[in-house]
Each structure stands twice: as structure tokens, then as C-alpha cells.
């Protein structure tokens, strides 16, 4: 089982030199990988101690990111802090299930990070 991490605890890492940050209900210590980030040091600090879920998403990161991230993954968000009305759910997404997303909305380009794409 993960081990569950309050947002409480998150916010206390919000430093370049000790940088945690929450995505899609999962916490990270991306300290170390600060200055290797292909979208800067400044991009990750500006999220430091809270969650970054939504600038995450809204930058399109690849499948190669997600797997980077793995390597930093610390624990779970506590379920106490998770959102009932986050657009954010911890079931699977349709681009896990294999399925196509349906959207009544014109189609845009994804904007993508920097070189992991």
C-alpha cells in the first residue's frame, strides 16, 4: 500500500532545494530533478508545495514524462485532502483504457513540453 501524504505535509516542501508537488493525487519529490527539467527549474518552483495537476495537464507532457516521473513518486495524496469535486478522478483516464476521449469541442493541438515529446 502507498503511503499517504497530507497537503499539509506537501506545502512544508515548497522550495527549489526541497520541492514536492502533488499531480493527479500522487506526490512527488522532484527535488533533484529541478535542474534537469526540460521546461525549467522556475516552472517546477512555481508549483512547489501544492498541486500542479492542472499545469501539468495544460502543458501536454508525453507518455516519456510520465514515465520519468515514476522515478520521484513518494506517495499517495491522504485521501482527506483529495477533492470530492476535482475534475481529477483516480480511475482510469480514457487514454489508459485505450478508449477515445468524446468531445463535442472543436479539436486543438495539445501544447507539448519541451523535448519530451
Not at 535542474?35 to 516552472?43: A, C
Not at 501544492?50 to 485521501?79: N, W
Request: proline share 5%; hydrophobic share 35%.
Amino acid at each position: 500500500m502507498a503511503k499517504e501524504i497530507s497537503l499539509a505535509t506537501v506545502k512544508k516542501h515548497n522550495k527549489a532545494d526541497d520541492l514536492w508537488i502533488v499531480i493527479e493525487n500522487k506526490v512527488y519529490d522532484v527535488t533533484k530533478f529541478r535542474l534537469e527539467h526540460p521546461g525549467g527549474e522556475d516552472s517546477l518552483v512555481d508549483v512547489a508545495g501544492r498541486d500542479g495537476t492542472k499545469e501539468f495537464i495544460d502543458v501536454g507532457h508525453s507518455l516519456e514524462a510520465r514515465e520519468i516521473m515514476k522515478k520521484f513518486y513518494i506517495g499517495d495524496l491522504a485521501a482527506a485532502d483529495i477533492k470530492k469535486n476535482s475534475p481529477i478522478s483516480t480511475s482510469a483516464t480514457p487514454t489508459e483504457t485505450g478508449e477515445a476521449s468524446i468531445s463535442n469541442a472543436p479539436p486543438t493541438a495539445p501544447k507539448q513540453c519541451c523535448i519530451l515529446h
